[in-house]
């Protein structure tokens, strides 16, 4: 018996030790984040400047909303003024308003509104959800399920309504939501863009079987498979634990966590291609950073195992901060914007990608999360 208890309490101290390594400085994380914002807000000082690349676009479209949501989480765990008035100023230069106005269907366009609500909850004023109201009720009103071809439309669009009905305390955002996920996870192609064999997304229906990899895999695309994981980890973060929903979603987000830990790469990033490492197979930045977000929101609330996903999490995001993340706060290894591992390819530690800011918001959301881990 004395054998067994010390060799319980040998486990028990190993395990302790193996996870106190694992542990962050927090202090650092947040100066890495700020490093990364820093460089933007300098570079970008007009928030309402056009993006300007290949053509013009406004600055509330979906990539600089992905960048707002990750501002918002660093305000979040660090109040600063500056952060709160650089996303205030956005939001008024558009009129708390969407690209394509108050009828588009395109979650890509309403994704600004997850800002937006934020910023209400900060400081309620009608104005500031007039045009979300309006969007909203209309999508809710009428009968379409399938606006959601793509997987990052869930990311996009699902956690609009999940804030919208916590706000209202509306239970129809709630099914909406549901009803929407649920298409585009079973209905979408030939047999929904979810594959719970893999545990995994194909990006829109042009990939799902029988497209194949080079190396005879199906095509998971990182960054499309991390706005599904980061989508279901800001609707878990949001409804009530009471929603009826919620044992779908996580169930599908262990189903998920699951599948990526056995693809992550040697040095804490994980490939453009997840099951064909040869294939476009070089380390990605902005797709590690939607799966460190992900495990460390699965960790801090319970869902996920800490021992078996908290080395995962400090591999990446030591990965990050050392081989991706400047001096200057630039972020390399960036995958330009695109639908499958071959766009913006190839990609380098210096390499500028097309916009800098949706990459900027998905490292934001890790570091928060991670920012906000007890040990």
Known sequence: MKKILLFSALLLLSTSVALAQQTFDRALVLKQMQSANDYFMDKWPDSGKTIITNKERPSNIWTRSVYYEGLMALHEIFPKETYYNYAYSWAEFHKWGFNSGNTTRNADNYCAAQTYIDLYNL????????????????????????????????????????????????????????????????NHGDHGLFNPKDGLWWRDADFDAPYKEPNGEDCYWSRGNGWVFAALTKVLAITPENEVHRKQYISDFKAMAKALALVQREDGFWNVSLHDKNNFGEKETSGTALFVYGMAYGINSGILEKDVYLPIVKKAWDAMTEKSLHENGFLGFMQSTGKEPKDGQPLTYDKIPDFEDYGLGCFLLAGSEIYKMKF
């Open 123 to 186: 400081e309620p004023d009608t104005k500031k959800l007039k045009n979300t109201k309006e969007c909203m009720n209309m999508l809710l009103n009428t009968p379409q399920l399938n606006d959601w071809s793509w997987i990052d439309a869930i990311q996009m669009g699902m956690p609009v309504f999940a804030k919208m009905g916590v706000l209202e305390k509306d239970n129809r955002y709630f099914e909406k939501m549901y009803a929407m996920y649920m298409y585009s996870r079973n």
